[in-house]
């Protein structure tokens, strides 16, 4: 028995290397999604809840919506919690160590379950856990959230209750993808438990009977969100929808994200493009190929193979005929972005046949390691790196509206031109990322509690706002748009470069986005409740404890 802990100590040395440029360090992760979405989503939730606050509406984006109702929030996501008790970037580092740990445990326990040996298992384990698809979604916070529960429900799909349980937490993470994950699941537990139909209908009216009850408090306010929104109402175009399709030369990029010219990131700073990585390696990749050959596991093979041409299928978009062709004939196509996240539908199948190839050999501790260190070395270092400084300083821009802005009553627009505009210079990357922050892209308003009249990146939008946004956008000057600037309660409207002096306008100059260093003393700050360095190291030892727990309890009872 002792030896079954092995993998899981392995695990954890490996997600503390890997982490280990911003876990024991004052930089964190910084770039994107991360730095204008979900920054001020989890700041501005957890101010609500440490106030005694239901986080139940959002007044300084698009005129006011509601927070609650908006599905990646995660209001309700039961590991939202470390950003509720620490800073954000505290948070974040427990909330990127703990879905780790999550994603590799139960991807190792499902490995013993199906039964595979000790190290096909972590062979399993460590792909799932290190692929360039999951390494490239630790940014989009709501995406991950859902992805690293996909092991946990194929471990659980014997018992209902467990099933509804495990992606009813997926579903609190606040991502669509959660439809793929419940799919897969699905799927599995029909082709591994197959039952004769009254015992099936029982089991999916005791599922969908628990499932239901317990996502209702999220889904059903989010439901009448999104049945108000231009994303249900229109869908988004063609290409739009299509935006990052996978070409037939990326394929490649499942052994390499460096085997193409298209693996080169559109963005300075990042080690590879996110929409086209999910490499697992050269061992790995030989290694599936042994199990889909040998394996006499056909069930599985079957399984992985399905979802692994799927996911390539899928990805390729507007480069094969079928993605196109269901965008005409399912109209919920329409209201999905980037057909490249259908590729975690690859990487699972991957990690599957990379199981079934590693159980044929005999020393497959070696070739575990061996494709554990290829995937570190790879994506080692794979997105921008900040000091924690960056989230917390405030820009000239920030500190006029908030003196100015009559306690949020004033709300501000960018131009058109600076709204589609985000080429910031810096000195490094980080300070032209934290230059653009500066001008309060996005959501980035919230923390500092600046009200925008839109803010741009928010996925659920309320219809007729945005028309009349668009409207005040396609006007031929800013005099022409200024009535239904008015209208909406805008006074001011924040332009990237210096415009004719006009009332209401705020010109501002990229020089002045200069971030001030650690140690400058700044008279406004975004909200963060204090930074608890020995809570956090607690914590961390809590994670490391409950997983052991854990581990010994799924591997002792009935559902392994």
């Known amino acids: 028995m002792k030896r079954e802990y092995t993998p899981l100590i392995i695990l954890i040395l490996a997600i503390l290397v890997f982490l280990s440029p911003v876990l024991f360090t004052s930089s964190t992760y910084f770039l994107r999604d991360l730095t204008y979405i979900f920054h001020p989503w989890r700041t501005f939730t957890a101010e609500l809840v440490q106030r005694g606050e239901m986080p139940l509406w959002n007044p300084y984006i698009h005129c006011g919506m509601p927070l609650l109702a908006n599905w990646q929030s995660a209001v309700f996501y039961p590991l939202s919690l470390p950003f509720y008790f620490f800073s954000f970037v505290t948070g974040l580092k427990l909330f990127q160590v703990g879905h780790l740990l999550i994603a590799g445990i139960f991807a190792y326990l499902w490995g013993r379950s199906v039964p595979l040996n000790r190290w096909a298992s972590a062979g399993v384990m460590i792909v799932w856990v290190f692929n360039g698809y999951m390494i490239t979604r630790l940014e989009f916070l709501s995406h991950y959230g859902v992805d690293v529960w996909l092991f946990a429900a194929l471990l659980l799909s014997r018992n209902p209750l467990l099933l509804a349980l495990s992606l009813a937490i997926a579903f609190f993470a606040g991502h669509y993808i959660i439809g793929l994950v419940a799919a897969v699941a699905i799927i599995y537990r029909t082709l591994h438990n197959p039952v004769w139909l009254r015992a099936t209908m029982k089991y999916w009216l005791i599922f969908c ?29 063609i290409a739009i929808a299509m935006a990052y399709s996978v070409t037939f030369s990326d394929i490649v990029h499942l052994i390499n994200p460096f085997l193409s ?24 990749f030989l290694c599936g190929i042994l199990g889909f050959v040998r394996s006499k596991m056909t069930t599985l093979k079957v399984f992985s193979g399905i979802l692994f041409l799927a996911g390539i299928l899928l990805a390729l978009g507007n480069h094969s005929f079928f993605y196109p062709w269901l965008y005409r004939t399912v109209p919920i196509i329409s209201t999905i972005r980037y057909p490249t996240q259908f590729l975690l539908l690859t990487i699972i199948g991957s990690a599957i046949v990379t199981g079934l190839g590693l ?113 005040a956008y396609r006007a031929s000057s800013a005099t022409e748009a200024m009535p239904l600037y008015r209208r909406l309660g805008i006074r001011y409207l924040v332009c990237k470069n210096i415009l004719p002096p006009r009332t209401g306008y705020i010109p501002i100059m990229p020089h002045l986005y200069e971030l001030p260093g650690p140690t400058a003393t700044e008279n406004y700050q975004i909200y963060r409740p204090p930074s608890f360095r020995a809570g956090a190291a607690i914590t961390i030892m809590m994670l490391i404890m409950l997983s052991f727990i854990a581990f010994r309890f799924l591997t002792r009872s009935k559902i392994t």
């Open 209 to 237: 009977t628990i499932f239901f009850s317990i996502i209702a408090c999220q889904f059903l306010p989010t439901i009448g969100l999104i049945l108000q929104t231009s994303r249900f109402k229109e869908g988004y175009s």
């Open 261 to 284: 010219t298209s693996s080169i990131p559109a963005i300075v700073g990042e080690k590879f493009s996110w929409a086209t990585s999910f490499h697992i390696g050269f061992c790995a």
């Open 359 to 471: 159980q044929q050999l005999r020393r497959a501790k070696f070739f575990v390691v061996v494709i554990l260190i290829e995937l570190i070395v790879v994506s080692w270092n794979f997105q921008i790196t900040a000091p924690h400084a960056y989230f917390y300083s405030s820009s000239p821009l920030v500190k006029y509206l908030q003196e100015h802005s009559n306690q949020g009553t004033n709300r501000f627009i960018l131009s058109p031109g600076t709204e589609t505009d985000r080429n910031f210079v810096g000195t490094t990357a980080q300070d032209a990322w934290q230059s653009a922050r500066g001008m309060l892209y996005n959501l980035s308003c919230m923390p500092y509690h600046i009200a925008n009249a839109y803010g741009s990146g928010e996925p659920l939008t309320n219809n007729l706002l945005e028309t009349s946004i668009d409207t």
